[in-house]
Nanobody, 114 residues
Framework: QVQVVESGGGLVHPGGSLRLSCATSGFTFSNYFLSWYRQAPGKERELVAAITSTVSTNYADSVKGRFTISRDNAKSMVWLQMNSLKPEDTAVYYC????????WGKGTLVTVSS
């Protein structure tokens, strides 16, 4: 059974940091293209960061230089390190695994507020 579970969200002040984790199971993790998306209230879901099976990365312009995506194939996990957080980063963050299957977690809420 496929599982994708995000964790690490919470309330943080502007300028602070959070590290999101995504634990997965039930599929061949190492083959998968992994991404973090986010959806703010009243907005569409958007791609934040992605990492390929060969560890190439891509970031939305709005987070370049502040966020870092990483993966560990042995642990079947992917992380999103978020630094210098801004109020506009407030959203529910989702982990996605894409290849043969297309798997989503239920999300973790990040709130950036003073």
């Amino acid at each position: 059974q496929v599982q994708v579970v995000e964790s690490g969200g919470g309330l943080v002040h502007p300028g602070g940091s959070l590290r999101l984790s995504c634990a997965t199971s039930g599929f061949t993790f190492s083959n998968y293209f992994l991404s973090w998306y986010r959806q703010a209230p009243g907005k569409e879901r958007e791609l934040v960061a992605a990492i390929t099976s060969t560890v190439s990365t891509n970031y939305a312009d709005s987070v370049k230089g502040r966020f870092t995506i990483s993966r560990d194939n042995a642990k079947s996990m992917v992380w999103l390190q978020m630094n210098s957080l801004k109020p506009e980063d407030t959203a529910v963050y989702y982990c996605n695994a894409l290849w043969v299957g297309n798997y989503w977690g239920k999300g973790t809420l990040v709130t950036v507020s003073s």
